[in-house]
């Protein structure tokens, strides 16, 4: 890091906050552009999840697997930038709002009867299970020098 950078971790006012979010108001939240999905963020990953892994995201919510945090940043207008997480919150917009995502490939015998569903065919209860699971969201918030940011984000994704 450099001195300039390590300056002004310590004399600006940089910030940080930690929330927990359901799938139901993630989705909410995705739908009123509060979160917005930043392709940007994205393009820097090489490895795309094809349908194989993004119906192995959705088992683990299932399955009650936990399931790691997700990194934001806070714009000027208030809205939250995904950072880290853009795969698992596309794999839930595209399965819980659109028909473009069904499971397949399961592995769990408990899972297996779900085979080739949508997730409007699944039962209200498994429904249910994935829009109550909770995430951690930490959050870089405005106000934090741009050159820490990009130094905060270069390191999240390493």
Known sequence: MSKRIFKELYE?????????????KII???KK????????????????WDDKKQSKFIESLILRMPISCFYF???????Y???DGWQRLNTLHDFINTKELYLNNLNYTNTMEFE?????NLPVYIQRR????????????????QNTKNDIIERIQG
């Open 116 to 120: 080739g569903y949508f997730f409007e």
């Open 12 to 24: 600006s006012n940089i910030s940080f906050s930690t929330v927990f979010l359901n799938v139901f």
């Open 33 to 48: 552009d509060d979160i917005i999905l930043n392709k940007n963020y994205y393009k820097t990953r090489n490895n795309i």
């Open 73 to 79: 940043e806070e714009n000027e207008k208030g809205n």
């Open 130 to 145: 994935i829009l109550e699971q909770n995430f951690t969201i930490y959050t870089i918030n405005r106000g934090v020098p």
């Open 81 to 83: 930038i995904v950072i």
């Open 28 to 30: 909410e939240m995705l």
